[in-house]
């Protein structure tokens, strides 16, 4: 029965958005470190998903697979702080390249998806519950 | 093919074709940030008629793990949107399939009451009352 493939490919979706949402908090929660050189700033980072043939026997719906992390390549933000301990001999220290405005909207977008996903599994759980009643009026 | 069977099938295959739109729909809102995935679709009328001609249809057996599946599975009348893709290729539109995911919802579930009400005419034949 094919219904029952999509709580597989819902749950894949589940997955994929909680693990977006971890990125997400990783990359807000460090977004204001300093680091004493360009090259030790933290770079933000964004999962990349794919979508792979869902394994249960004869299903043609596709779960998503999360396939790695990419680095954001901007440049580090740079800022003038010549009393700070770690600035280097200009007097600069390196903040994170994530952009936290950005941060929030993906944020919003992946709790948006994962209701959605939810979503679409209850209504696939109540096709079910009415199916399994068949005849029985 | 008994009677029973064949005033059955038509509302069994809808409500089979109708479950397997709602699997492919569900799967393409759970890729809508897959990069370069395009959303699918089934042509339900195309394929309704081809396995109420009695076509051997459905999904590809595979016996041996080694064996490729093809890309959408067995089924010959899935259709890939192409249109309307952002700068990551992705052509899934998200609130459209929300709504034909109802819209199939509903649908599924008027299949189901046509078939019982099948059911119920059928007994009341048997019971002769």
Redesign the interface.
């Known amino acids: 029965?094919?219904?029952e493939?999509?709580f597989g490919?819902?749950q894949?979706?589940l997955v994929?958005q909680t693990y977006?949402l971890n990125v997400i908090a990783e990359n807000l929660a460090n977004a204001e470190v300093p680091a004493g050189t360009p090259d030790g700033a933290y770079k933000g980072q964004y999962p990349?998903?794919?979508?792979v043939?869902?394994e249960v026997?004869?299903?043609?719906?596709?779960?998503?697979k999360i396939d790695g992390v990419a680095e954001d390549q901007r440049p580090a933000r740079s800022s003038y702080e010549p009393g700070n301990p770690i600035a280097d001999e200009d007097g600069f220290v390196y903040m994170s390249n994530v952009n936290s405005v950005q941060e929030m909207a993906s944020m919003m977008?992946a709790s948006r998806?994962y209701q959605?996903?939810i979503?679409?599994m209850n209504?696939?759980k109540?096709?079910l519950m009415?199916?399994l009643t068949?005849?029985q009026? | 093919m008994s009677w029973i069977d064949s005033s059955l099938s038509g509302q069994v295959i809808a409500?089979?074709l109708k479950?397997?739109r709602?699997?492919?729909i569900?799967?393409?809102?759970?890729?809508?940030?897959?990069?370069n995935?395009k959303a699918?679709d089934i042509d339900f009328r195309a394929e309704f008629e081809r396995r109420i001609s009695g076509e051997s249809g459905?999904?590809l057996?595979?016996t041996n793990a080694q064996h490729m599946?093809p890309e959408?599975?067995?089924?010959a009348h899935?259709t890939f949107s192409e249109e309307g893709g952002g700068e990551d290729g992705n052509t899934v539109e998200?609130e459209k399939e929300?709504a034909t995911?109802?819209k199939n919802?509903i649908q599924?579930?008027v299949s189901?009451q046509f078939?019982?009400s099948k059911?119920?005419g059928l007994?009341l034949a048997l019971k002769g009352e």
């Open positions: 029965m094919s219904l493939s999509v490919v819902g894949s979706a994929a977006r990349i998903f794919k979508s043939l869902s026997d004869g299903s043609m719906a596709m779960s998503v977008a998806s959605t996903n979503e679409v209504t696939a109540d096709l009415r199916t068949i005849g009026q | 409500l089979q479950s397997e709602a699997e492919l569900a799967g393409n809102i759970a890729n809508s940030d897959t990069p995935y699918r459905g999904a057996r595979t599946k959408g599975g067995g089924s899935i998200s929300q995911y109802t919802a599924y579930q189901l078939l019982n059911i119920r007994k």
